[in-house]
């Protein structure tokens, strides 16, 4: 690991100016991606400016019955809270889902949504990698590419955002509140929060050096049934090959409200709007919710190792939606 000075912030101000002061600095949180990254030269900050201890850590509720979340809360806080697994149990599920309990314990929210991607080309100095080193090229294009994005990529990057939580945040319109250096505040929808890769693949999000998310909010509880499902290689500690966060209610037999987030397919949390829109005023049947399916992977494109994920997709959305309404799927 390279020498770098270290800081503690005693305030948001405080700590939102020396970042933008130092254009190599990071902040650090939890630690559970950035300490991994630096100790490999991959992130390689001249001064980390500790933000673990500002007063973040609050999870309550909103005027309108949302919630507002610190950005120092801890995952395992946020997935044991009563008011998430009974308000918005897709949240609990993904984070349950998304990594062993001591990880869980330690790992903050902004910290989750922000992490970086587990590329193995990513994280090997020695092979290409455009998101690491601009220009260098992206060894997965023809290489082991098997964990790797079907949709929104580039010819300049196909990596996948790893985080299952971002996944189920987008499903549910959350959006995180951040504070730029000069004191000002915004609020932006999460699903604008990632940028795709296009020729830039190193520039991930829309925040600026030196902004910082505070807080992320949730909208009042969608109506309907929320279910997350997760497909990977082991049952615990993997990364997702396909994910589906599902919000949907049903009445009368016809689909009132959908919304669907998919992960381990893109770059970043993949909202499918068009299988939604597949979904709305149909019938709860099977195959309203295959064209739905198809409507979701209509743009997407393997690599040779990953083509497999376009069908995997397509089943777990189905038969997600099967579960939710009661309906019997097929293999």
Avoid at 128 to 152: D, E, F, T, Y
Avoid at 252 to 276: D, H, S
Wanted: with cysteine.
């Amino acid at each position: 690991m390279l020498p770098f000075s270290y800081e503690r912030a005693s305030d948001v101000q405080q700590a939102v100016s020396l970042m933008a002061a130092q254009p190599q600095a990071r902040f650090i949180a939890g630690g559970t991606n950035l300490i991994d990254l630096m100790k490999l030269g991959i992130e390689r900050p001249s001064h980390l400016i500790d933000i673990s201890r500002l007063p973040l850590a609050a999870i309550e509720d909103s005027t309108d019955g949302g919630l507002r979340i610190g950005a120092q809360v801890r995952n395992s806080d946020l997935a044991a809270d009563s008011r998430v697994r009974e308000r918005y149990p897709l949240l609990s599920q993904a984070l349950l889902a998304g990594a062993s309990g001591q990880i869980r314990n330690k790992a903050s929210a902004a910290g989750n949504l922000l992490q970086r991607t587990r590329c193995p080309y990513f994280y090997d100095p020695g092979m290409a990698c455009n998101k690491r080193v601009p220009g260098s090229g992206c060894s997965a294009q023809q290489g082991h590419n098997r964990m790797h994005a079907i949709l929104g990529t580039s010819e300049a990057c196909i990596a996948v955002h790893p985080s299952d939580m971002a996944v189920a945040m987008v499903a549910l319109e959350a959006r995180v509140e951040t504070v730029l250096p000069d004191g000002k505040r915004r609020s932006l929808a999460l699903d604008q929060l990632y940028r795709l890769p296009g020729t830039t693949p190193e520039v991930e999000t829309q925040l600026a050096h030196g902004e910082m998310i505070e807080a992320i909010t949730l909208p009042p509880p969608p109506p309907g049934r929320q279910l997350y499902r997760k497909v990977r290689d082991r049952s615990s500690y993997a990364f997702a090959l396909v994910a589906v966060a599902l919000v949907i209610e049903v009445g009368a037999g016809q689909v009132r409200t959908a919304r669907i987030a998919l992960g381990g397919v893109a770059p970043k949390p993949w909202r499918a709007t068009a299988a939604e829109q597949a979904l709305l005023g149909q019938p709860s049947d099977m195959r309203v919710y295959q064209r739905a399916a198809d409507a979701a992977l209509a743009g997407a494109r393997g690599q040779g190792g990953n083509d497999f994920k376009i069908p995997l997709a397509k089943r777990t959305l189905r038969q997600l939606l099967a579960c939710a309404t009661q309906e019997r799927a097929s293999a």
